[in-house]
């Protein structure tokens, strides 16, 4: 899965959006998105993670992950940046933060420690197949 295609899946604003690797932009006539797109494959059993830049996260309105044979995670990057701070996520060596996620019972978490709280995600989840 790439971009292009998460876009026309989401549809709407969304489908307005430019691509230019792996990020997208519409013009302000067409909703004004900024947008961050990531792949990555299950690890174990239903597990995820990724990474973002904290700069494309402080400047784009959404990171849309697509979860390998799962769908896409259609993030407000406001909730991205608040997972970070508020479960003191780590960096890496690239300035970029983690993306743990998991799935439980249905529901997608964005996840840091076991002996901390995880953030229900599961309302920005599209489910589609993603390959």
């Known amino acids: 899965m790439n971009l292009s295609q998460a876009i026309h899946i989401l549809g709407g604003n969304f489908a307005k959006c430019k691509v230019k690797q792996n990020r997208g932009y519409s013009d302000r006539k067409d909703g004004g998105l900024s947008i961050s797109f990531h792949y990555t494959k299950m690890y174990g059993k239903n597990i995820w993670w990724t990474s973002e830049s904290v700069l494309i996260a402080d400047s784009f309105n ?5 979860l390998q044979s799962y769908g896409l995670l259609v993030l407000p990057c ?11 996520v780590s960096y ?21 420690s076991k002996d901390q709280n995880d ?5 920005y989840l599209r489910q589609c197949e993603v390959k």
């Open 119 to 123: 953030v229900d995600v599961t309302q």
């Open 78 to 88: 406001k909730v991205l940046i608040s997972y970070w701070e508020e479960l003191n």
């Open 62 to 66: 959404y990171t849309i992950i697509a």
């Open 92 to 112: 890496l060596k690239s300035g970029r933060r983690n993306i743990r996620i998991k799935e439980e019972n249905g529901n997608i978490y964005l996840y840091n």
